[in-house]
T-cell receptor
Framework: GAVVSQHPSWVICKSGTSVKIECRSL??????MFWYRQFPKQSLMLMAT?????????EQGVEKDKFLINHASLTLSTLTVTSAHPEDSSFYIC?????????FGQGTRLTVV | AQTVTQSQPEMSVQEAETVTLSCTYD???????LFWYKQPPSRQMILVIR??????QNATENRFSVNFQKAAKSFSLKISDSQLGDTAMYFC??????????FGAGTILRVKS
């Protein structure tokens, strides 16, 4: 199957700093990528949909200025958590659709201290 | 909006036995896809099985099979000959128009030796 690579796997940052998470489709072109947030033992919550060459679409309640999404190419989407705070600590997962399936990155565990 | 309901937050099964995870969904669409994903402790999302709504035959993948009841909007997952490696969180998901996946709340499955 297709491969989606997400980096970093985990990151610890200081409160007030920004963190960038990358999601790459390695063997296919992804015009769309989805970004999810997941709390322990809970479901994946869709944050936003990134579209190559256009602005991302954010779900209701997600601060677009806090979570900056850029889809610069057909194989790369990035999520930047700006001015991170401890409440932003979570597990973030990207996903890219191909045909009728979705392929997921490995996820990024963000800890803000 | 489409919704996916998993009514079993946690389940346990003895190794080598069979377990069924339930899932119901709500949609007004006629053509759609249903999925079961497994999320082990590594938190990598793994596709277990998929079902196209237009297909009446239930999908099977080795020890995994589904009972798809379109009229009842039910999509349960049966795991036969449970193995310790099946211990994970399982998500039922519905694919709506535009490639967006809608996830259920998840079921934590523990396989006991």
């Amino acid at each position: 199957g297709a491969v989606v690579s997400q980096h970093p796997s985990w990151v610890i940052c200081k409160s007030g700093t920004s963190v960038k998470i990358e999601c790459r489709s390695l063997d296919f072109q992804a015009t769309t990528m989805f970004w999810y947030r997941q709390f322990p033992k809970q479901s994946l919550m869709l944050m936003a949909t990134s579209n190559e060459g256009s602005k991302a679409t954010y779900e209701q309640g997600v601060e677009k200025d806090k979570f900056l999404i850029n889809h610069a190419s057909l194989t790369l989407s990035t999520l930047t958590v700006t001015s991170a705070h401890p409440e932003d600590s979570s597990f973030y997962i990207c996903s890219a659709p191909m045909n009728t399936e979705a392929f997921f990155g490995q996820g990024t565990r963000l800890t803000v201290v | 909006a489409q919704t996916v309901t998993q009514s079993q937050p946690e389940m346990s099964v003895q190794e080598a036995e069979t377990v069924t995870l339930s899932c119901t969904y709500d949609t007004s669409e006629n053509n759609y896809y249903l999925f079961w994903y497994k999320q082990p402790p590594s938190r990598q999302m793994i596709l277990v099985i998929r079902q196209e709504a237009y297909k009446q035959q239930n999908a099977t993948e080795n020890r995994f099979s589904v009972n798809f009841q379109k009229a009842a909007k039910s999509f349960s997952l049966k795991i036969s000959d449970s193995q310790l490696g099946d211990t994970a969180m399982y998500f039922c998901a519905f694919k709506e128009y535009g490639n967006k996946l809608v996830f259920g709340a998840g079921t934590i499955l523990r396989v006991k030796s």
